[in-house]
């Protein structure tokens, strides 16, 4: 029975994010806005095994990270 309530919940809740992100759209011409580039938002300290990005990245939504990238933590490695 939990997992029922769950499911409902999440499809509500993903159904407002959609209908939310279209609404975005509409008032932007079709497409959704440039993110801003702050230089806390996608720091990567170390790459992923991956890839560049998250396990969540989802590109309908998720802006696509910048190729700011630092490796300073190699040279921090005796050996390097």
Known sequence: MAAFVC???VRNVEGEH?????HIKEENGGALPE???YDYMNKRVKPFP??????FF???VSPIPSM???FDYLAAIPGQ
Do not use: D
């Open 7 to 9: 499911m409902a919940w």
């Open 18 to 22: 959609a209908a939310h992100i279209e």
């Open 35 to 37: 993110q801003p580039e």
């Open 50 to 55: 991956w890839g560049l990005n998250t396990l």
């Open 58 to 60: 989802n590109p309908h």
């Open 68 to 70: 700011h990238i630092s």
